[in-house]
């Protein structure tokens, strides 16, 4: 009820607030302390670890393994060597080689570094009596002709340290590595187009002919996207009402053909019963279209009855919608805040990457009975992989937050001001209110998502390993399954619950517990407005995001197909569709947190003011949605507002 302040239990940090801020319900306090300092502290702890990770990867690890390739002794293609093992092929200057040939020896996986990927079939089997043998001249046995690799008593002497075929192998997407061509008809057709010289050169120059044209496009997708935002105000209610009317046809009409139907197999079963041999389809028929029908009459009638009930809510839906869009005209910087967000995940993700490729390759090597060389990992830095990956989940998510709460700020800013067109600042003011109060908050929120997406990715692994050791039954697999499916939809309620918990610790300086107690009695307070807005909103937010994709996609399809210099045009309208969807998302994603902003104000707002003594800080259009009484006590309030501040012009 308008005009309530207060709580249904007592709560120390919500009396401290109310204290430090004496005056009344204003919107966002003024007056804050640091809150959940402690997971702030943990958080720095965990990076400190982080970076320990990251020296000691560095130290010992050796990432060109991974990108160049490594032979059978250690060394890498295309590098010169020092020796790894106990062996006179390690320690061998390979530049000259740089691509990586694996064929098995009888009894012996073996891989060497080769200056040229075979490019036919050869058979290796006189090699050991014909120093003329086509696969020493190939270069891919340890005798091989230029005399780097040695042949060594490991190696059986038979057959010259060759295998006894050679496959007609190339480079697979240029990895440095020789593969078999023959490897399927699917892989066959794509190793063809992906892997052929011309295609490969001509695709990357199509990229660089276009490159222009790709950012123009991507600047269209952008001005897309504003255009969508500012439009909204004028497009959301005849899309809503569209989107509820296509609703109510397409389920009346589909359970309504489906009792049409019904009633046609009976008569022709009650008409045709002679013919017993069409009288059964028809009588199965028959059954199976009354329980579809029925099904579908209790779902329509249900699905009315819902609408019947938000239906004075999806007018709320419009109004929440044309105020989100007057936001973002008023402050438009909020709608750049994900280029600063994509600029630090960018800086983190690149860090991530590369502590990762070196953390791969710590293993030590050493000499097996064959000679060659083998990887063993160094002891507890397996330990050291699940670190780092938790660190990819909880800074990723920390990043993500810091956003949520900065915007949160921003709009709530806007909102609780009498006069907007005073408004100034919000951002810079958010921002600071984030780093110098809430570091802690965000901390705390983006650890309890992190430990879920933790816990989804070991279950993951357990059951990738069981699949590799072919122990997994039927039960063990429904069993990990089922506990993956619980853990996701875990993670999208608690992802829910934190966003609408940063908007309360935007209002009033929260800490994330007390945040989201408050935010969970706000959602429960207003369930069918919070209903109508993740339901009808987020489905004509997607919309939104198609018609940018749809647009840019179209633009680069009339502007391109006339262009000589293209060879592929539809890779370079491809990858301008993807560039589209992830640039209508992030403006789209500000705006939706806008929106769910405005919410948890509004119902913040009604239920802390009266529109009396105390009056709301809601729009015009936003006032239709309170009663009567409340909106003629805010009419007086603002008329003697009004007056008191004509009375102190005049004097």
């Known amino acids: 009820m308008g005009g309530s302040s207060s709580h249904d239990v007592d709560d120390p940090e919500v009396d401290e607030v109310r204290t430090m801020n004496k005056a009344d319900f204003a919107g966002p306090v003024a007056n804050r302390r640091c809150r959940d300092s402690s997971f702030m502290l943990i958080f720095v702890a965990f990076w400190g670890g982080m970076l320990l990770i990251g020296g000691e990867s560095i130290k010992h690890g050796q990432p060109l393994r991974l990108i160049h390739g490594h032979d059978s002794f250690g060394n890498l293609c ?86 006894d075929d050679v496959y007609e192998s190339a480079d697979l997407l240029r990895l440095r590595r020789c593969l078999p061509k023959e490897a399927g008809s699917l892989a066959q057709n794509i190793y063809n187009v992906l892997n052929t010289e011309d295609i490969l050169h001509e695709i990357f120059a199509d990229f660089y002919n276009a490159r222009f044209e790709i950012g123009a496009c991507a600047g269209a997708a952008v001005a897309l996207s504003l255009l969508i935002i500012v439009l909204m105000r004028c497009i959301v209610a005849p899309a809503i009402y569209s989107v509820v009317f296509i609703a109510i046809a397409a389920t009346v009409g589909l359970t309504g053909f489906l009792w049409l139907e019904y009633r046609d197999l009976k008569l022709e079963v009650e008409t045709d019963n002679e013919n017993q041999e069409k009288y059964l389809p028809d009588s199965e028929n028959e059954r199976l279209f009354f329980g579809l029908a029925i099904v579908a009459s209790v779902f329509t009638l249900l699905f009315l009855c819902l609408l019947y009930y938000l239906w004075p809510r999806i007018r709320f839906v419009i109004a929440i919608f044309q105020e989100a869009s007057k936001i973002m005209a008023r402050i438009p910087q909020v709608l750049f805040l994900p280029l600063l967000t994509t600029f630090f995940l960018a800086l983190f993700f690149a860090y991530w990457i590369v502590v990762f490729l070196y953390l791969s390759t710590t293993a030590e090597p050493v000499a097996n009975e064959d000679g060659h060389v083998e990887y063993v990992e160094r002891d507890d830095y397996a330990k050291l992989w699940w670190y780092h990956l938790f660190g990819l989940f909880w800074t990723s998510q920390f990043i993500l937050a810091c956003e949520e709460m900065t915007i949160a700020g921003a709009v709530a800013y806007w909102y609780f001001t009498f ?41 993951q692994y357990i059951e990738r390993r069981l699949r590799r050791k072919g122990s997994t039954g039927r039960l063990v697999v429904l069993m990990l399954r089922c506990c993956s499916c619980c853990l996701w939809c875990f993670d999208k309620c608690l992802k829910f619950l934190n966003k609408n918990a940063y908007i309360e610790v935007a209002i009033y300086g929260y800490s994330f517990c007390v945040a989201a107690r408050e935010a969970f009695k706000i959602l429960t307070a207003n369930v069918l407005r919070v209903l109508a807005i993740n339901s009808l909103g987020t489905f004509c937010l997607f919309l939104s995001k198609i018609a940018v994709v749809a647009g840019s996609g179209l633009i680069a399809v009339l502007w391109l197909r006339g262009n000589p210099d293209l060879h592929y045009f539809g890779f370079v309208v491809l990858a301008i569709c993807v560039f589209a969807w992830f640039i209508a998302g992030s403006f789209i994603g500000v705006y939706k947190m806008a929106i769910d902003t405005l919410v948890i104000c509004f119902c913040e707002d009604h239920k802390h003011n009266n529109g009396k003594d105390k009056p709301f800080f809601m729009s015009e259009n936003l006032k239709r949605f309170i009663s009567t009484e409340e909106r003629r006590a805010q009419k007086e309030t603002e008329k003697q507002y009004l007056l008191a501040k004509q009375y102190d012009v005049d004097n």
Do not use: M
């Open 419 to 459: 006069d907007k067109k005073t408004v100034k600042r919000t951002v810079r003011r958010s921002i600071w209110h984030v780093l110098r109060y809430h570091l802690g908050t965000v901390a705390f929120g983006s650890l309890l998502i992190a430990i879920v997406k933790f816990l989804r990715a070991v279950l």
């Open 78 to 163: 295309g590098e010169a060597n020092s020796q790894q093992i106990n062996s006179s092929n390690s320690g061998l200057d390979l530049r000259n080689r740089s691509y990586l040939f694996y064929f098995g020896v009888p009894e012996l996986d073996l891989q060497l570094c080769v200056e040229d990927c075979p490019g036919l079939d050869a058979s290796c089997a006189d090699c050991a009596t014909n120093s003329s043998c086509l696969c020493q001249s190939l270069g891919v046995c340890l005798n091989s002709s230029d005399g780097t690799y040695i042949l060594s008593p490991a190696t059986p002497g038979d057959i010259g340290g060759c295998a």
